[in-house]
Each structure stands twice: as C-alpha cells, then as structure tokens.
C-alpha cells in the first residue's frame, strides 16, 4: 500500500469489483467445509423434567418437618446420591446405554463419567423452588426414558431421605430417652432413700417438729404442776398422817407427846412416835422442794424405813396381852389414818407415773429437738438431690415430647404427606436435536469465510506498492504527469490473456458452484 494513500468508497467498490473472487472462493470453502463438518456431528437429543417442591400439606406449626435443614443442602445430597456409581450403573445396564463404548472395553468408571457429564442439573431457589433434570443422547425414545428415570429415582431418593432422617431422629430421642430414664430413676432413688433415711427430720418437716416440739413443752409444764399439786397433796396428807399417829402414840403410852423437830437425829419417845416425826420431817423436806437424789431427804426416808421395820419387829415380839386393844373412841382417828395411807399411797403412784411421763417427755423432747437441729444440714442435701432430680426430669419431659414429634414427623413422611418433590414437566420427548445447531453453525462458517476473504483481500492490497491511476502519482508524489503510455499488447497476447482470465473464471465459478452445492446438500439433509 502506497503511503499516505486515502480509500474512498468509489476505490473499495473498484477493489471488491478487482478481486471478488478472492473473496467469494474463500468464503464458499470455508463455508462448504463447515457444513460438512457439522453434517458429520452427531445428532444430540435433550430431554428434560422439571420437579417442583411441594410445600407440607400439614402445617409445620403441627407437625414439625422431619429435615430442617436447608432445601440447597439437601437437594445437594440427594443429587450425589442420585448421581453415585451404583445408581447410574443400574441406569446403564437397564437402558444398554453406550453400548459401543462398553463393547470395546471402556472401563464401567468411565462410562459413568461420560454419563455425568450427559446429565444436566439445574436447581432454582427462590419462591418457586424446582429442580430440572435433563439428559442429552442420541436417541429421543432413549433420552426420555433415561429423564423420566432421573426425575422418579431423584423423588424416591427424597423420599427415603426424609424418612430415613425421621427415624434417625426417632431412634436418637430413644436411645436419649431411655438413657435419661435410667439416669431418672437413679436419681429417684437417691431421693426417696434420702427421704426415707431422715424420715421425721426434713426440712418439709421442721413446722410440724417445732409445733410438736411446742406440744411437748406445753405437758412438760401440765405435768410438772400435776406433780406439784399431788406433792401438796402428799404433804397434806402426810401432815395429817403424823398428827394422827402421834396422838394416838401419845394416848396409849405414858411418854409426852415431843412434836417433830426437822432434824433427822432428835427423833425421841417410842418407836411409833419416831416413825410419825421421821414421816412429818420427810413431808417437810419434800415441801421445801427437795428432790429423792437429795442426801437429806435419801437419809431421812432411810430412817422412815428403819422406824417402819423396827415397829413391825416390836409388834411381833410384843406378848398378845401387851397388845392394846383399839378403844371405841379411837376408832374414826384409825379409820382417818387408814385413809391418809391409802391416800398416799395413791399419790405416790400418781407421782410416779408423773415423773415416768415426764421422763418420756424429755426424751421425746430430745428426739424431736435433734430433728429440728439436722434440719438446716439435710436442707441443703435435699435441694442438690432435689435440683439434679427436677433438671434431668425436665429434660426427661422434653425428649418425651420430642420423640412424640419425631414419630410423628416419620407417620407423615411414610403418608408422603409431608415436603416433597412432584413432577410439573414430565420428560419429553425430543422433535429436533438440540446439539448441534446446524444453521448456526453454517453461519459462523459463512461469516469466518467472508472474514477470511477481507483478510485476504487486505493483505494484497498492502502488499501492492503499485499507482493505479494518474491522480495517485500526481497526490502521492506531487510531480505533474506528463503523458500517460497504454499497455501494449499484440492481437495473440490479447486472446491469450482473454482465455486465461475466463479459464480462471470458470474453474473459480466451478469451485464455488461446488462449494454452493455441498451446502446445499448438507442443510437439506
């Protein structure tokens, strides 16, 4: 190309004009070779299902789903499994696909690879969750029965999915549950062992050990003022007694009457009367308040003892002549003094069993007062039993109430009632291959022929340094032409030239009417 030389359209009409068969040859080889080339493709048919999620026909709020976990995810896993050796193996061997591969050797893991790679798989989320599955073959029937297969093994594999899942679920909160029970009656155990070892000391217990602790205080005190009255009771009685006897001691008897003296070694006169002032001294010490462990009283009681013995030892020594003989009007004094002894004698058994009842009073005392004092000390044992009985019993509670929904979840799965997969586009069946696009294909030949010509074209014309016209010396030289001299050629150069350019023409014009042909050819079949 001549430097600084500018194309104007009129020059790139005379330039296509000059060499359109640089263009046109180019373009209808390129051209016929592509169309044989895609006539030489294999036809590839599609065939596709469209599984739509099926929304739970029980609300959730009810039942809640056996898998909640997320659609992606889970579509995930089922086209894994969907897509596994074994599965598609089955698929191959029931459809006898790719039987030229198998029969010449093609390992089973590649057949499968190659059948990966023939299966498309596209899910949307969104509103309208769906799933398309779609396989690309060479025969329509074969296409759709393989889609159709696809589409029924992806629903069953959901299907066990969740139901799998839900028994999962299921045998987990059993084996759960039955581990917590065990841990449950453990615990039980202990508490109702606690319960029954410290029976009557609990701290449940403490208001009705302190009311009774208050009940026995209150017959403390009721039975101390019993034992008071009948000890001045006694004393009365006692008083009464020794008055008594030492009248009648000092009527029978020429001795004077000497009154009691409160001290336990100046008793004086006969033995009866020592024995009546040993029993009023007795009284009186038991009237100051004194208790039977007292030395004073032991001794002076010792001594009544003694009287009382010596008296029985006189009377049986004494001669029945000596013995007096009751006069008529001492008759109601004796009468008196049997009563008082058979008063006293009362009394003291009722002393004693007062004093028995209160023995057993402060022994009760000092049991329940013992319940009271272990209460504080077994309360914080009971509330740790109590906390770990209460905290694996409501978790018991809570995996009963789990596992109910569990089973629950597997009843709605097996009803097929649940979130599921249904098929809205069954598999169809292919009209037309999908793969390849002939007429595409055959454009795009067309056009990288075109291309190819322009290159061509482009590149001859960079190439040519030659002027062409009168106007380009005078441009691109700036030099005045002078005269311009013709091309001569003789009458024979002339035909020869004339033949050659037509021979060329029509070998060109034959070339492309060829290439025409073959395209012709190919689109048509």
């Not at 074969?142 to 297969?149: C, E, H, N, Y």
């Not at 009248?247 to 001795?255: D, F, N, Q, S």
């Amino acid at each position: 190309m001549l430097p600084g030389k500018k194309y104007r359209p009129e020059d790139i009409v005379r330039l296509l004009r000059k060499r359109f068969w640089l263009l046109l040859v180019p373009f209808a080889l390129v051209a016929a070779l592509t169309a044989v080339l895609v006539h030489q493709m294999p036809d590839v048919y599609e065939s596709s299902v469209t599984l739509l999620v099926v929304k739970p026909k029980i609300p959730v709020s009810l039942v809640p789903g056996s898998d909640d976990s997320n659609l992606q995810d889970r579509v995930r896993s089922i086209q894994q499994t969907v897509f596994s050796r074994p599965r598609l193996a089955r698929i191959i061997e029931e459809n006898n696909l790719y039987a030229g591969a198998r029969a010449n050797g093609a390992l089973m893991e590649d057949v499968i690879a190659r059948m990966r790679n023939d299966i498309g798989f596209t899910f949307t989320p969104g509103q309208g969750d769906s799933v398309r599955l779609s396989f690309y073959g060479g025969s329509p029937k074969l296409v759709q029965t393989v889609a159709r297969q696809l589409g029924d093994l992806f629903i069953e594999e959901n299907m066990k999915d969740r139901e799998l899942s839900a028994e999962n679920t299921t045998d987990f909160f059993e084996a759960e549950i039955a581990d917590t029970l065990s841990r449950l009656q453990e615990r039980e155990a202990k508490l109702r062992d606690f319960q029954v070892r410290n029976q009557g000391q609990l701290p449940s217990q403490l208001g009705g050990n302190l009311q009774q602790l208050g009940n026995i205080h209150a017959q403390q005190r009721a039975s101390e003022q019993a034992l008071d009255r009948l000890g001045q009771r006694r004393l009365t009685a006692q008083r009464e007694l020794s008055q008594l006897e030492v009248a009648g001691a000092t009527a029978t008897t020429t001795t004077p009457p000497v009154a009691p003296s409160g001290d336990a070694g100046a008793y004086v006169g006969t033995t009866a009367q020592q024995l009546a002032q040993a029993r009023a001294h007795v009284a009186d010490l038991e009237a100051r308040g004194m208790k039977d462990a007292h030395p004073e009283l032991a001794y002076a009681k010792r001594q009544v003892a003694d009287l009382e013995a010596k008296l029985q030892r006189e009377a049986l020594t004494r001669p029945v002549s000596s013995v007096e003989v009751a006069r008529p009007e001492d008759q109601p004094r004796l009468r008196r003094i049997q009563e008082l002894r058979t008063d006293i004698a009362s009394i003291d058994l009722d002393m004693e069993r007062e004093k028995a009842e209160q023995q057993r009073l402060r022994d009760q005392e000092a049991e329940v007062q013992a319940r009271v004092d272990a209460s504080p000390g077994l309360e914080a044992q009971l509330i740790e039993l109590t906390r770990d009985y209460d905290s694996i019993n409501g978790r018991y509670q809570a995996l009963l109430n789990q596992a109910e929904q569990a089973r629950m979840a597997v009843t709605v799965e097996r009803k097929q009632i649940g979130e599921q997969f249904q098929i809205v586009d069954p598999a169809n069946l292919p009209e037309r291959p999908s793969y390849p696009n002939r007429v595409r294909y055959n454009a795009m030949g067309m056009v990288l022929g075109l291309g190819v010509g322009v290159v061509l074209i482009g590149f001859l014309e960079y190439r040519d340094r030659s002027f062409k016209t009168d106007v380009e010396v005078t441009t691109l030289l700036a030099l005045p032409v002078l005269a311009v001299v013709p091309r001569m050629q003789s009458d024979r150069d002339q035909r020869r030239n004339w033949w050659r350019r037509w021979s060329l023409r029509l070998g060109l014009g034959a070339a492309v009417a060829a290439c025409f042909t073959v395209i012709a050819y190919t689109l048509v079949r």
